[in-house]
């Protein structure tokens, strides 16, 4: 169980290559004993973008703040506050703020343990990074 503000969450740099000025806060993850999802708060701001890529699970994302372009397989998508996107397993996607104030979306993602902690896609780099 877990109650909290979300200003309570640490804000994390996402540090992985291609992320602009993007910031992830784990708001319920399996450090919180949540044993099937994890519940994400993303902000990115104004000119920012989370990296192009993939991954082998689903995306739910529902909109708080800003606008935005979803690229999804190379097209642009729009959208705004309130607005809510399914991405799909094994597309390439990136999501980047066009608007004039700082971008903020909840994401859903299912815990896989295999992908919980991604290897920085920089091969002169070490260490891990924060998974997007």
């Given at each position: 169980?877990?109650?909290?503000?979300?200003?309570?969450?640490?804000?994390?740099?996402?540090?992985?290559?291609?992320?602009?000025?993007?910031?992830?806060?784990?708001?319920i993850?399996?450090?919180?004993?949540?044993?099937?999802?994890?519940?994400?708060?993303?902000?990115?701001?104004?000119?920012g973008?989370?990296?192009?890529?993939?991954?082998?699970?689903?995306?739910?994302?529902?909109?708080?703040?800003?606008?935005?372009?979803?690229?999804?397989?190379?097209k642009?998508?729009?959208?705004?506050?309130?607005?809510?996107?399914?991405?799909?397993?094994?597309?390439?996607?990136?999501?980047?703020?066009?608007?004039?104030?700082?971008?903020?979306?909840?994401?859903?993602?299912?815990?896989?343990?295999?992908?919980?902690?991604?290897?920085?896609?920089?091969?002169?780099?070490?260490?891990?990074?924060?998974?997007?």
């Amino acid at each position: 169980m877990k109650v909290t503000s979300y200003e309570n969450v640490t804000l994390e740099n996402v540090a992985i290559e291609g992320a602009v000025n993007t910031k992830i806060r784990w708001l319920i993850s399996q450090k919180d004993g949540a044993p099937n999802f994890a519940l994400r708060m993303f902000e990115v701001e104004e000119g920012g973008n989370t990296p192009f890529h993939s991954h082998d699970y689903e995306h739910e994302v529902f909109v708080l703040q800003g606008e935005g372009v979803f690229v999804f397989e190379d097209k642009e998508h729009p959208f705004k506050k309130w607005d809510v996107i399914y991405v799909d397993p094994g597309k390439e996607h990136q999501f980047r703020n066009t608007g004039k104030e700082k971008m903020v979306f909840l994401c859903i993602i299912p815990h896989q343990p295999a992908q919980r902690v991604k290897k920085n896609i920089n091969p002169f780099a070490s260490g891990t990074v924060n998974n997007c």
